[in-house]
């Protein structure tokens, strides 16, 4: 029998908010999209379903507000020491993500943000707050060192995630190396080292 969380202490603002999105990992972490449910959510975290409704109305928005989480907001790219280097380094460690919660965000929110019945628009990335970002910092040490690179447009820069994504969609995980070599040496190096006409 679960306890009744109108019994336990009273949580507010951020105190709320990481036992909402720890349930949720949690939830995506043993059961799948699948059984991500507001009132799992709701039972788990010891909180209201209107709370949780309030900040995120859709599954979808839970799911990728727990994937900022994951992907965290402070990690940075590590330096190789060449833009090849740290190019396969970032996405292999992407790649390495969508082995657990993350992917099974990604899969299960990717499928419904398409479904007619989802009007919240927009998609669980990979590109957004959170890749694109750090290959401009990976661009930016590969200038540093001489390495010849162009300025890529937010399509160009997106480019790898997106593979990723879309193989990881397609194929599952986890994703091998020759994949990761294929996007880096195939794909982000010519887009990133060729100057447009």
Excluded: C
Aim: glycine residues 10%; without cysteine.
């Amino acid at each position: 029998m679960s306890t009744d969380f109108r019994r336990r202490p009273r949580r507010r603002g951020a105190a709320l908010e990481d036992a909402i999105l720890d349930a949720v990992v949690e939830i995506l972490d043993e059961s799948g999209y699948g059984e991500l449910t507001f009132e799992a959510v709701a039972q788990r975290a010891g909180a209201g379903k209107a709370s949780i409704y309030r900040r995120w109305p859709t599954r979808v928005d839970l799911a990728r507000a727990a994937a900022q989480r994951l992907l965290g907001e402070d990690a940075a790219p590590p330096d190789t020491g060449s833009l090849r280097g740290d190019l396969r380094t970032w996405i292999r460690l992407a790649a390495d993500l969508l082995t657990g919660p993350l992917g099974e965000a990604l899969r299960g929110a990717s499928a419904e943000a398409l479904t007619p019945a989802y009007a919240g628009g927009g998609r669980l990335s990979l590109a957004s707050g959170w890749f694109g970002p750090n290959v401009d910092v990976i661009l930016d040490r590969a200038r540093r060192r001489g390495e010849p690179v162009v300025e890529p447009s937010p399509m160009v820069r997106s480019t790898p995630a997106t593979l990723l994504r879309f193989h990881f969609l397609t194929h599952g995980a986890p994703i091998e190396d020759d994949v990761i070599d294929a996007i880096v040496d195939e794909v982000a190096l010519p887009l990133f080292t060729t100057p447009r006409a």
